[in-house]
């Protein structure tokens, strides 16, 4: 279930397809996922899972891994 | 040194000694690292007559910040190339600054660390003095789009506050202010663009808004404002009056150093954080000139490693007016900027729109 709602959320941000969200997802590794990219991809993690992402959080989330790991810590 | 230790350093808490050994030994190994990875840095230490290496941060021959606009200065493969930044100069060419995912990477990382100090980690609801646009463009990334985009990560729920156009939209800002005026705002703007489309067209539509502790950060030059005899208190004045209860900070920065910006206390004064120092030189010889006195500004940073811009010497004129005993606490130099040498191109951010 989470791990559905944060795939949704890369795909629907980063308008990338569902089998290219791997745990190797990176910053600036995907070509979609630039720095537009990551405000867009902030904003839609915050309403998907109802959360507010501060600016360490912003810096840290270089990865699909990572944003998991963060974003655990607010629905936890 | 590592990234992450470079990175975790207290903005302004090295005093003088701390940091002058912090920044001879980063510059110089930056130095030295340049000189071995760019042809034509090497080819001006050469020039120049440098024939060992500096001893001293003072003894780096500083790179004239024009030469970004003459040549393609990188200290990395073509391939190794994540962002071109450009200037926002529409008059001359344009400065190329050539990042690898590193040395882009650590920029924000420290632009963050650096607005964190003044602004907390809370992101605030934020108003972009500026059209959406500005930020879209895909022919390398200009410094005004690196700027907006850099500040949106101290925002949520952006709202660009210009049209297409660069006119204000009176219905969609009023609409921002009335859902939020029970929080801190952060507005971001170039100075010019926030006099002259924001300020300028409030006062003309006679509007007027009561914000609660509301933030605003601006930058790009001064130059534009000085033709209008707009200066920083009469600024600071026309804000407060047209939008209530908002703190204002000046920052002093240049695509050539993204990230490590001078941001303005609450004492008028411009600080450098522990990243970078700034240095005035004489306009005549470029002497180095002691604390009170007027010359060029010499900016020094310790983050760039994909091109030789550890040391640029600007076209802005400035007085250092002490270093760690500014009446704010900070730590590190503290300066004023008082416009461009005569003869300089008009290059800030928000000289670029007229």
Not at chain 1, 42 to 68: P, R, V, W
Not at chain 2, 311 to 324: A, K, P
């Amino acid at each position: 279930m989470f791990e559905d709602k944060l795939k949704q959320a890369f795909v629907n941000a980063l308008s990338i397809e569902e089998n290219e969200v791997t745990a190797e997802l990176a910053y600036s590794q995907h070509p979609k996922w630039d720095s537009t990219a990551h405000m867009v991809l902030i904003a839609e993690l915050e309403s998907s899972f109802d959360i507010m992402l501060d600016t360490d959080d912003i810096i840290d989330m270089s990865s699909y891994q990572k944003a998991g790991e963060i974003i655990q810590k607010y629905i936890a | 040194m590592q990234m992450a230790s470079l990175v975790n350093m207290p903005v302004y808490g090295l005093n003088k000694l701390e940091k002058k050994q912090f920044l001879t030994a980063r510059l110089l190994e930056l130095t030295q690292h340049h000189y071995q990875h760019c042809g034509e840095y090497k080819r001006l230490l050469h020039c120049i007559g440098e024939t060992c290496m500096p001893k001293d941060a003072e003894h780096i021959p500083p790179v004239a910040a024009r030469l970004f606009k003459e040549y393609q200065l990188k200290s990395i493969d073509e391939e190794e190339i994540f962002r071109l930044m450009r200037s926002s100069g529409t008059h001359g060419s344009q400065s190329s600054i050539y990042l690898d995912a590193d040395s882009a990477k650590l920029q924000s990382q420290v632009l963050v660390k650096i607005l964190q100090h003044w602004l907390g980690k809370a992101r605030r609801p934020m108003l972009l003095i500026d059209a959406a646009q500005s930020v879209q463009n895909k022919n390398g990334m200009t410094a005004r789009a690196a700027g907006l985009q850099g500040l949106s990560f101290f925002g949520r729920n952006h709202c660009y506050a210009l049209n297409s156009d660069m006119q204000l939209d009176v219905a969609r800002i009023t609409e921002f202010f009335q859902r939020y005026e029970q929080e801190n705002i952060l507005i971001f703007g170039f100075t010019f663009i926030v006099w002259q489309q924001f300020i300028q067209q409030l006062e003309k539509l006679n509007l007027k808004f009561n914000l609660q502790n509301a933030t605003l950060i601006h930058g790009g030059g001064w130059k534009k404002m000085q033709q209008q005899a707009v200066n920083d208190a009469l600024f600071q004045q026309h804000i407060k009056n047209r939008l209530g209860d908002v703190t204002v900070h000046d920052y002093y920065g240049m695509v050539e150093q993204t990230g490590t910006i001078y941001m303005q206390c609450e004492h008028g004064y411009l600080h450098a954080p522990v990243w970078s120092d700034v240095m005035i030189r004489d306009t005549n010889d470029l002497h180095l000139l002691p604390f009170g006195e007027k010359g060029l500004i010499q900016v020094n940073s310790t983050l760039p490693t994909s091109y030789p811009g550890h040391c640029i010497l600007t076209e802005d004129l400035g007085v250092v007016h002490g270093e760690d005993d500014c009446q704010c606490g900070r730590l590190g130099k503290y300066f004023t900027v008082h416009g461009r040498v005569p003869n300089a191109q008009v290059r800030g951010c928000s000289d670029t729109f007229s």
